[in-house]
């Protein structure tokens, strides 16, 4: 079959420990592409309305890309699905790394998991062997010493390997699951999800190949990508960055950004670059949301400047087909060697978001979650919050073996995630994430618990760039800031390749952005749309952000898979994915409006000092907009049932 | 149409170990054939075959190779751009990534398990900027 994809999928019951294949008719692919998009068509239809997401009927999709093998590049992404734990709704994970061409090799675009094993059990699979396996002696192990042994075991070349450590073990809602040694798919809480399917592990090493449609004409598009990616000129040293971010904030116009900047910087330093930058310019969020760029100054960000990152960085890190790298291995001189490069996300939630100036326990704690299989930006905004808490005193030393919870302690930081990890004491409270805690504390935390549905949501600050508001409330799979904002509209320069989309002009004055407009719905609209474009090819985001005229993902998706549709055309069909999982959590008895992020981000009341000072984000009426883009009720979010008819089956 | 073992097969049982996918079956002294809907078309079986009874899908007998002579890639790291599609694509996991040099921080592709590999190209053919070519060994002079 020479598409790009494998037009097949592996499903596994582990109650009745059936497994078998299923073909795909090559409308769904059409309709809504492969991988989070043939996601969302199958755990639509598979998943009973209102089942537990941590019984037997939720079901787990791993899924790879469209794009994934065929010599197109930044598309090593993989995804799960499931239905998240943690929020009732919608739940996907994206991860880097190598474990999406291993789906492919087997010869499936995706391959899902249904029932409860009552024993733990892991999933083997190659070329001839589709097992279940018993997995009683890696239970208990974290994510790396479960990879390491099951790589021993299975002894085959390229074997990959997705795992839960504890975290998942013990149900926690916010685990996730980890591949090449601690790259997480980390969000949704969907570690929990295998957790209580008793599944351990899955592990590939399938060897066949995947045929594109034209590959001469992907490595011709590839090539160029190839071209700007390599384009590195010398840049700045790395405490450079927070003035370069200052500017940004004072400046009363806004240089409409090209993503090849970004690119420049996450060649040089990976998402590090921004730990400066991104508070100085009041995109992170600081002390459980409440404190402002004043309170995380340049001294105070300093100790987690950029640089400090690649220099103790053993070597680069580049996941699947990706010609950046953005990724890293440092060592590290705590209780670990070695650790994946903590991401700017990570570095913000147990850093700025806590106060906590201390590197070296970032690093620590970095390498602790990853092996514990927990999501980082959910651990550390939980700690903030039992920071605030304490500070409130609704959480006392009392509930805390003596420890002081105050902020930027960075022995509270540690025993917080440690607990979490391990499910001790306030950690067993606290291992479910912020909505949880509050709901167990009472006493009012629920004002101190930063979430959108139970999702804690990303390090950007939803006053600076109101898109973030936006996407927090509204995605299906709510409080994910890798979804949209009006930044990466900019940078996605979409516009330049399709019709009838809005044009960002160079440079414009920044006080628009805060002004009520439909415009925010518009883009939000269009970013939402693209994002499944992209999850559906498996392209990594950092990628897209270099501009659409230089990565071509619509045109590989034609050469890929012999397709001649228009980029509008594939922006329907992002669209279509975007009513089917709104479909899927209307389903499951999902009020979208419930989904609205918590005040504070929202500048409810406004910060009276900092880069956001006086900011108010009226996501209400951005929310209503947003719908109504989408042809859903705007008073609600609900896709009517006829439309929900049609974009659900689909002729299919 | 995928590749097929004809009937002057002795049943040596060659290709059996060299097949990466572990598609081929036979009794020992009997012809062997190849499960069509696992075979990536290598070709590693035909270059081993003693008695070259494996065509290729065209029906062309492949030639047999000495093994030592067997083409291998060669990769070229300034175009490379350590994307690490053919460490994936290499069905015997014949090429590893290097350590790091000082000045650059990126791990490229080697050929680090050489004896593994089996000269299909694949690699060759999934580098998405040519880095990668194959060549014949070449025989050291007498001294
Ligand atoms: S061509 Fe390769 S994969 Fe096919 S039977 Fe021969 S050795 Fe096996
Ligand atoms: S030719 Fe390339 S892909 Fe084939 S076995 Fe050798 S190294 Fe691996
Ligand atoms: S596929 Fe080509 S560019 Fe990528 S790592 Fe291998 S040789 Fe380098």
Redesign the pocket.
């Known amino acids: 079959m020479k598409k790009g994809y494998m037009g097949k999928v592996l499903v596994v019951d582990l109650s009745t420990r059936e497994i078998w294949e299923e073909t795909i008719p090559d409308t769904v692919y059409k309709s809504y592409l492969s991988g989070m998009g043939l996601g969302a068509w199958m755990l639509y239809n598979r998943i009973p309305a209102n089942a537990d997401p941590l019984g037997p009927d939720n079901m787990l999709g791993f899924m790879s890309g469209l794009l994934t093998g065929t010599g197109s590049l930044f598309t090593g992404r993989w995804m799960v699905v499931g239905k998240s734990p943690l929020t009732g709704a919608w739940g996907e994970a994206n991860c880097g790394g190598h474990f999406s061409p291993a789906i492919k090799r087997c010869g499936f675009d995706g391959i899902f998991v249904r029932g409860k094993s009552d024993t733990p059990v892991y999933l083997y699979c190659d070329d001839h062997v589709r097992e279940i396996r018993d997995a009683t002696s890696l239970w208990g192990q974290d994510t790396v010493e479960t990879e390491n042994a099951l790589i021993k075991t299975v002894n085959r070349p390229n074997a990959k390997v997705a795992c839960i450590g504890p975290a998942g073990e013990s149900i926690s809602l916010i685990s996730g699951i980890s591949t090449d040694k601690g790259r997480m798919a980390a969000r949704s809480g969907l570690g929990a999800v295998m957790g209580a399917k008793r599944l351990k592990a899955v592990v590939l090493a399938g060897t066949q190949r995947i045929v594109p449609h034209n590959r001469d004409e992907i490595k011709r598009l590839s090539q160029i990508c190839n071209r700007w990616v390599q384009f590195q000129p010398p840049f700045i040293s790395g405490p450079l960055t927070a003035p370069v971010g200052a500017l940004m904030r004072i400046l009363p116009t806004v240089l409409t950004q090209d993503g090849l900047l970004y690119k420049i910087l996450l060649k040089k330093w990976g998402t590090v670059s921004m730990n400066q930058m991104s508070p100085e310019m009041g995109d992170s969020p600081i002390k459980n949301w409440k404190g402002t760029n004043k309170d995380w100054g340049f001294s105070k960000s300093y100790s987690s400047n950029p640089d400090v990152f690649t220099k103790c960085e053993r070597v680069k890190y580049h996941c699947y087909?990706c010609?950046l790298g953005c990724g890293g291995i440092c060592l590290t001189n705590g209780k670990y060697q070695e650790t994946h490069k903590p991401e700017y996300e990570t570095v913000l939630a147990l850093g700025g978001l806590c106060m906590n100036q201390d590197v070296d326990s970032i690093f620590y704690l970095n390498e602790l979650l990853n092996r514990m299989g927990m999501d980082s930006i959910s651990a550390g905004a939980t700690a903030a919050f039992a920071m605030e808490c304490f500070e409130k005193g609704i959480i006392t030393t009392a509930d805390t073996d003596g420890v002081e919870l105050t902020w930027g302690n960075p022995k509270a930081v540690e025993y917080l995630i440690e607990k979490m990890a391990r499910r001790e004491g306030i950690g067993d409270l606290l291992a479910d994430g912020v909505k949880v805690a509050a709901a167990k504390i009472g006493n009012g935390a629920d004002e101190y618990a930063i979430h959108a549905g139970g999702q804690e949501p990303g390090m950007h600050d939803s006053r600076n760039d109101p898109g973030f508001a936006l996407h927090y409330s509204v995605e299906p799979a709510p409080g994910r800031h890798t979804n949209g904002a009006g930044l990466y509209y900019e940078m996605y320069q979409l516009w330049k390749v399709a019709k009838g989309i809005p044009k960002i002009p160079p440079m414009y004055l920044k006080s628009s952005k805060y002004k009520t407009s439909k415009r925010h719905a518009e883009i939000g609209a269009v970013n939402s749309k693209f994002m499944n474009v992209i999850n559906g090819a498996g392209v990594c985001m950092f990628g897209s952000f270099i501009g659409a005229k230089r990565i071509r993902i619509f045109d590989w998706l034609n050469a890929a898979a012999g397709w001649q549709f228009t980029p509008e055309d594939y922006l329907e069909t992002g669209a279509r994915v975007q009513t089917l999982k709104q479909a899927f959590n209307i389903k499951h008895g999902i009020e979208p409006k419930a989904n609205k992020i918590t005040d504070r981000a929202l500048g409810i009341a406004a910060q009276t000092q900092g880069a956001n000072k006086g900011r108010t984000v009226d996501v209400d009426t951005m929310m209503a907009d947003y719908w109504e883009e989408f042809g859903w009720d705007p008073s609600t979010g609900k896709p009517s049932q006829e439309m929900t008819n049609r974009e659900t089956i689909n002729g299919i | 149409m995928a590749f097929n073992i004809i009937e002057t097969c002795i049943g040596c049982g060659a290709c059996i170990r060299i097949c990466p996918s572990g598609c081929i079956t036979g009794e020992k002294k009997e012809r062997h054939a190849i499960d069509p809907t696992l075979c990536m078309e290598c070709s590693a079986c035909g270059r081993i075959c003693p008695s070259g009874s494996v065509e290729n899908r065209l029906g062309q007998i492949i030639q047999r190779v000495k093994r030592a002579q067997w083409e291998k890639p060669r990769?070229?790291?300034k175009?490379?751009?350590?994307?690490?599609?053919?460490?994936e694509?290499c069905p015997t996991g014949a090429?590893t990534l290097g350590e790091p040099a000082s000045k650059d921080p990126h791990a490229?592709?080697e050929l680090g398990l050489e004896k593994r590999c089996i000269g299909c190209g694949f690699?060759v053919k999934?580098?998405?900027?040519?880095?990668?070519a194959m060549t014949a060994p070449v025989e050291a002079l007498p001294a």
């Open positions: 087909s010609p | 990769f070229d790291h175009t490379c751009m350590a994307c690490t599609i053919c460490v694509a090429i490229y592709p690699c999934e580098c998405p900027v040519t880095a990668i």
